[in-house]
């Protein structure tokens, strides 16, 4: 059985930083692309950043330079470290495995930034 799990969200005041977490298991980790995305009330699911089985990494326009992925394989986990937060940034974080159009999603974890 396919699980991901996310935890690390949490509320922080503008300016802040959190360390998201994912550890997944029931997938050969190395063999997935893995990314996090999130989820505002009343919006699309938007990519945030993603990280190929090569370590390249691909972040959206909006997070570049505040946040950081990063992979563990020893693990099976992935991070997302995000410094410089704001409210726009509130949102369910989810964690996903992509490979060859197979996806899993987590359950999510929630981030709130206080103005």
């Known amino acids: 059985q396919v699980q991901l799990v996310e935890s690390g969200g949490g509320l922080v005041q503008t300016g802040g930083s959190l360390r998201l977490s994912c550890t997944t298991s029931?997938?050969?980790?190395?063999?997935?692309?893995m990314g996090w995305y999130r989820q505002a009330p009343g919006k699309q699911r938007e990519l945030v950043a993603t990280?190929?089985?090569?370590?390249?990494?691909n972040y959206a326009d909006s997070v570049k330079g505040r946040f950081t992925i990063s992979g563990d394989h020893t693990q099976n986990a992935i991070y997302l470290q995000m410094s410089s937060l704001k409210p726009e940034d509130t949102s369910v974080y989810y964690c996903?495995?992509?490979?060859?159009?197979?996806?899993?999603w987590g359950r999510g974890t929630q981030v709130t930034v206080s103005s």
């Open positions: 996903n495995a992509l490979r060859f159009g197979q996806t899993y």
């Open positions: 990280i190929t089985v090569y370590g390249r990494t």
């Open positions: 029931g997938i050969v980790f190395r063999t997935y692309e």
